[in-house]
C-alpha cells in the first residue's frame, strides 16, 4: 500500500488528464429534475441495514482503513494520469464491501471524481472507476449522491461502448443503482432501457444445446448443479454482458412505466428466450424481471404463454437454488391469474411440484420462498376444478393445515413480519379455494383446521381478513362444520369484522355470514344473540362500495326470513335504506336488492312503505336485464309488493306488463310462477276497479 503511495506522490509533479469538474456535472446534470419529480419521496426499494454517515463519524475510533481509503482519493484527486491509475488500484485492493471504506470514498469527495473519470478517453481510468463504483454502489446514500451528481447518464453512455468489459461493469452498477426510486425515472428519461434490452440479443443456442446434452447424461438430482458450474465457467462476455443487462432491467422493472418501455423496446422476448438456458445465475434475474412484468396483463400473459414461458416456469422448480424456486413460483402465481396459464401449469406437471416443495421440511423456515409456493397454488386452485381435484388427490389440504398451525401459533408478532403473514395469507386462500369440493370441508371440519382459522380474525391484515372469511364461509355450507363454528365462536367473530376500515373485509364477512343465517339451527335467536349486530349490518346499506351492498343486502334477505328480526331491522329503518339503493344499474347488487326487498315484504306494513320510499318504479326497469339472477329475485319482489294495490297501480303505469308476460315463457320456472302472481295481481285490481266502475255507472 504504502508503495502505490509513494509512487502517487512522485507522480505528482506531471500534468493530469484533463477532468470534468464534479460542480459541472451535479449542477448540470442534478438539476434536470422538473419540480414535481424533485418533490416525489425518493425511497430505495429495499431496506437493508447500512450505516450512516453520521452514524460512523460518531463512532470513538473508526477502522484505519477508513482514514487510509481517504489518504488514496486525496491522491486520486491531484494525482496526474499515472498517479490516478496507481491510486485505483490501490483502492480496489481495499474490501469495499465494507461500509466504512464506502463511506469514507464518498465523504473524501471520491464520488466527483469517480464519476469525471468516465467521460475521459482513457479505457484503463473507466474500467478502474466502474469497478469502484460497481462495488460501493450497494450503499444507498452512495446510490443517491451518484444519481443527483449525473452519474447515471455517464453509464448510459458506456453501454454503448465498444469495450464490453465496460458494459457488464455498467450495467452492473446500474442495476445497484436503480434500487433508486429516482434512478429509475432517469434510466427510462435518458434512453437506458432500450440500450440494455439491445444488450440482452446474444446468441445462446451453443449453451441450450450444452446444458441439454449435461442434463440427459446426469442424474436428475444433480442435473441442474452441474449445469450451473459448467454454464458460469464457460460463459462468453457478451452472455455475462447480457446478464448484467438483466439484472438492471430486473431492478428497473418495480415502475410500472418502465415495464411498459420494457415492452415497446422487445425486451419480453429476448428475456424470454434466456429462459432457455440452464445457468442458475442468468435465470435468477432473468425470471426476477418477468415475474414483475407479469403484473402487467395486457401484453406479458400473452407473451409468456406463447413463448412457452409456463414450460420453462414449472422446469426450473427442480432447481437447487432457493431464490430461482421462489421467483419461479411468484412468475407463476402471477401467470396463473389467467385460467390458460392455470391449465398449462397442470399439463406440464406444476402442482406435483408445488405440493412437493412445501411439503419439503427443509423448506418451511424459508419463508420467502413459502409464500411464493402457497400463492402460487392458491392460484392454480383458483376456479379451475380440475387442479382443485388434482389438489386433492395429492393430499395438499393436509399440508395447508399444518402449514396454517405451524404459522398461527404466535400471531402477536404478524404485522411484524410480512413474510410470515404472506405465508398465511397464501395459505388460507389455498383453502378457501380448495374447499369447492365437500371431500376438502370435510378434512377441514376433521383434521381441526376450524380453530387456527378462526384464531386469525383477531389478526388485521385485510387480504389475510378477505380469505379467512371465505374459508370460513365455504365451510358454513356444511351444518356439522358450522356447529363447530358456533361453539369456537367463529361467527360472532365474522360478524365483529363487518367494523373493519376495510371495504373488502367488509364485503367479504357479509358474504360469509350469509350461508351461517342460512344453515344454522335457530338461525334467528343466534343473529339476536349478537348486541347491536342488526344495527351495525342495516348502517352499512350507507357504503359507497357495490360489493358491500351487494353483500350487506343478501345477508339482510337471510334475515329477515325470521319475523322478529325483521320486525327489528324495520325499525332500524332498513326500508328507507333499502329503496335509496333501487336506482343502481350494478345487475350483481340488483339481484341481492330485490332478494332482500321481497323478504322485507313478508311484513305487510312494508309493502306499503317501498311504495311509499319510491322502490317500486325502479324495480320494473331491472326486468329489462339479461341476467337471469335479477329476474329471478325481482319477480320474486314484484309479486310481494303487488299485494299492496298502489303498488300495482305503479307497477301497471311504469310498463311493467309486457316484462312479465316476457317472463311467463322463462325457462326458469321460479320466475314463471313469481312472474305469473304478480300478472295476476295486477289483473285482479284492474277487475275490481272495473266492477266498481261498471256498479257506479249503474246506479
Known amino acids: 500500500m504504502m508503495k502505490h503511495a509513494l509512487a502517487a506522490q512522485a507522480a505528482m509533479r506531471f500534468s493530469r488528464p484533463k477532468l470534468i469538474q464534479s460542480s459541472r456535472i451535479a449542477a448540470g446534470r442534478g438539476g434536470s429534475f422538473s419540480a414535481a419529480e424533485d418533490s416525489t419521496t425518493d425511497e430505495d426499494s429495499e431496506d437493508e441495514p447500512f450505516t450512516d454517515l453520521k452514524t460512523l463519524a460518531a463512532q470513538a475510533d473508526l477502522p484505519n482503513d477508513f482514514w487510509q481509503v481517504q489518504k488514496v482519493v486525496r491522491y486520486l484527486k491531484i494525482g496526474n494520469q499515472t498517479a490516478t491509475i496507481i ?3 490501490n483502492l480496489v485492493d481495499f474490501d469495499l464491501t465494507k461500509d466504512y471504506c464506502q463511506l469514507a470514498i464518498m465523504d473524501a469527495g471520491g464520488l466527483e471524481v469517480l464519476a469525471n473519470l468516465l467521460e475521459t478517453d482513457d479505457f ?28 447515471i447518464e455517464l453509464m448510459i453512455g458506456i453501454l454503448s461502448d465498444s469495450s464490453q468489459e465496460l458494459q457488464l461493469l455498467a450495467t452492473e452498477t446500474l442495476a445497484n443503482l436503480a434500487k433508486f426510486k429516482r434512478a429509475r425515472r432517469v434510466v427510462r428519461k435518458h ?65 410500472k412505466r418502465n415495464k411498459n418501455v420494457i415492452k415497446r423496446a422487445g425486451g419480453l422476448p429476448l428475456l424470454a428466450k434466456l429462459v432457455k438456458m440452464r445457468n442458475t445465475s442468468i435465470l435468477i434475474p432473468v425470471i426476477g424481471t418477468l415475474q414483475e412484468c407479469a403484473s402487467e396483463k395486457t401484453y406479458c400473459v400473452a407473451i409468456m404463454q406463447s413463448e412457452g414461458m409456463i ?50 421440511p427443509d423448506n418451511q423456515s424459508n419463508k420467502e420462498l413459502m409464500a411464493a409456493v402457497t400463492g402460487a397454488i392458491w392460484k392454480c386452485a383458483t376456479g379451475n376444478d380440475e387442479n382443485v381435484q388434482r389438489f386433492q388427490e395429492l393430499e395438499l389440504m393436509q399440508l395447508l393445515i399444518s402449514l396454517l398451525r405451524d404459522n398461527s ?19 388460507v386462500g389455498a383453502m378457501a379455494e380448495c374447499t369447492a369440493t365437500q371431500a376438502n370441508i370435510d378434512i377441514i371440519k376433521n383434521e381441526d383446521g376450524l380453530a387456527p382459522l378462526i384464531k386469525l380474525i383477531n389478526t388485521d391484515g385485510p387480504e389475510l381478513l378477505v380469505n379467512v372469511s371465505r374459508a370460513l364461509g365455504e365451510c358454513a355450507g356444511d351444518k356439522e362444520a358450522l356447529e363447530k363454528m358456533r361453539k369456537l365462536d367463529g361467527v360472532r367473530l365474522l360478524w365483529s369484522l363487518l367494523k373493519h376500515s376495510s371495504e373488502k373485509v367488509q364485503a367479504s364477512a357479509a358474504w360469509a355470514l350469509s350461508p351461517c343465517i342460512q344453515n344454522a339451527a335457530n338461525s334467528g335467536d343466534m343473529v339476536r344473540s349478537f348486541v347491536g349486530g342488526l344495527e351495525l349490518i342495516c348502517s352499512l346499506l350507507a357504503s359507497t362500495d357495490t360489493d358491500v351492498l351487494a353483500a350487506v343486502c343478501y345477508a339482510i334477505a337471510n334475515i329477515a326470513r325470521d319475523k322478529e328480526n325483521l ?36 311484513w305487510a306494513g312494508n309493502r306499503a312503505m317501498f311504495g311509499q320510499a319510491g322502490a317500486v318504479a325502479p324495480l320494473v326497469n331491472y326486468l329489462a336485464s339479461s341476467d337471469l339472477d335479477v329476474h329471478r329475485s325481482t319477480s320474486v319482489a314484484l309479486y310481494q309488493l303487488s299485494k299492496d294495490p ?39 285490481l284492474a277487475l275490481a276497479c272495473e266492477k266498481f266502475r261498471y256498479q257506479h255507472m249503474k246506479s
Open 124 to 151: 484503463k481510468c473507466k474500467l478502474g472507476s466502474l469497478r469502484i463504483l460497481r462495488l460501493i454502489t450497494v450503499h444507498p446514500s452512495i446510490r443517491r449522491s451518484v444519481t443527483l451528481m449525473g452519474g
Open 646 to 684: 298502489w303498488n300495482c297501480v305503479t307497477m301497471h303505469q311504469n310498463g311493467v306488463v309486457p316484462h312479465l308476460l316476457r317472463l311467463i315463457g322463462s325457462e326458469d320456472e321460479d320466475v314463471q310462477e313469481a312472474s305469473a302472481d304478480c300478472l295476476q295481481n295486477i289483473r285482479k
Open 567 to 602: 320486525a327489528v331491522i324495520t325499525d332500524h329503518g332498513v326500508i328507507e335504506k333499502l329503496s335509496k339503493l333501487a336506482n343502481t344499474e350494478v345487475d350483481s347488487l340488483r339481484a341481492k336488492l330485490a332478494e332482500a326487498i321481497a323478504n322485507c315484504c313478508d
Open 409 to 427: 401459533d404466535a400471531l402477536d408478532d404478524l404485522q411484524f413480519n410480512p413474510q410470515k403473514m404472506g405465508v398465511l395469507t397464501n395459505v
Open 191 to 255: 434512453g437506458g432501457i432500450p440500450k440494455l434490452v439491445d444488450l440482452l440479443d446474444v446468441d445462446i443456442s451453443k449453451y441450450v444445446e450444452e446444458n441439454e446434452d449435461t442434463r440427459k447424461a446426469a442424474s436428475e438430482d444433480n442435473a441442474n448443479v452441474a449445469t450451473a458450474k459448467v454454464a458460469d465457467l464457460d460463459l462468453t462476455l457478451d452472455v455475462q454482458v447480457a446478464r448484467g443487462a438483466a439484472h438492471a432491467l430486473w431492478a428497473l422493472s418495480k415502475s
Open 311 to 360: 414450460a420453462d416456469l414449472v422446469k426450473n422448480l427442480h432447481t437447487d437454488s432457493h431464490k430461482l424456486k421462489m421467483l419461479c413460483a411468484s412468475a407463476i402465481f402471477r401467470l396463473a391469474e389467467e385460467d390458460d396459464s392455470r391449465h398449462l401449469v397442470r399439463l406440464h406437471g406444476g402442482l406435483e411440484l408445488l405440493v412437493d416443495l412445501i411439503a419439503d
Open 87 to 89: 491510486s485505483l488500484c
